[in-house]
T-cell receptor, first 119, second 116 residues
């Protein structure tokens, strides 16, 4: 069964520094997608970045980059130049592949990491 | 193009009452997912629907919970005879063609259900 593990319940980072949030996953599928979402205190889920299992290059979106190490089954999120507004809960998620009726593309989420940016 | 809409944003019910949560997907999206987030936890999949069809309800509790996505109108998640353990945030996400691209799911703002 697919599983996502985020081992850091809480992290602190100084403003303007970089921070890495860890995510490991477990799956026997060859085709899958990995996502990171941000959940601020207001509660909404904000999409940050996506990595496909066949993508050869690490994904980047502005200050966010995904350190994808397929052999180690890790998909760590790197936030560069942290800002106070980055303080939030961060979720790593894996999307099931879509085939047949048993796999329907649902997302499996980790437990989340709370990031606090210090001024 | 409006995003995913959910209402109400906050819902308070007493034990034993019914809760109805509504989700209007993004225009052109025909796939809807419901997730539940218990306090201090990640989101857990509940059910996946297409118009007029429940495709995967493997995450739904066996009793008291039901979902629908009619041909016209929003998707509804219904919880009968609510208990305190149902208190959670319920998120709806919609997606376009499932097999195209990254299959990104767009989340609504969530409904926070509190059971007294």
């Amino acid at each position: 069964a697919q599983k996502i593990t985020q081992t850091q319940p809480g992290m602190f980072v100084q403003e303007k520094e970089a921070v890495t949030l860890d995510c490991t996953y477990d799956t026997s599928d060859q085709s899958y997608g990995l996502f990171w979402y941000k959940q601020p205190s207001s509660g909404e889920m904000i999409f940050l970045i996506y990595q496909g299992s066949y993508d050869e290059q690490n994904a980047t979106e502005g200050r966010y980059s995904l350190n994808f190490q397929k052999a180690r089954k890790s998909a760590n999120l790197v936030i560069s130049a942290s800002q106070l507004g980055d303080s939030a809960m961060y979720f790593c998620a894996m999307r099931e592949p879509v085939y047949g009726s048993s796999n329907t593309g649902k997302l499996i989420f980790g437990q989340g990491t709370t990031l606090q940016v210090k001024p | 193009n409006a995003g995913v809409m959910q209402n109400p944003r906050h819902l308070v019910r007493r034990r034993g009452q019914e809760a109805r949560l509504r989700c209007s997907p993004m225009k052109g999206h025909s796939h809807v997912y419901w997730y539940r987030q218990l306090p201090e936890e990640g989101l857990k999949f509940m059910v996946y629907l297409q118009k007029e069809n429940i495709i995967d309800e493997s995450g739904m509790p066996k009793e008291r919970f039901s979902a629908e996505f009619p041909k016209e109108g929003p998707s509804i998640l219904r919880i009968q005879q609510v208990v305190r353990g149902d208190s959670a945030a319920y998120f709806c996400a919609s997606s376009p063609l499932l097999t195209s691209g990254r299959g990104l799911q767009f989340f609504g703002p969530g409904t926070r259900l509190t059971v007294l």
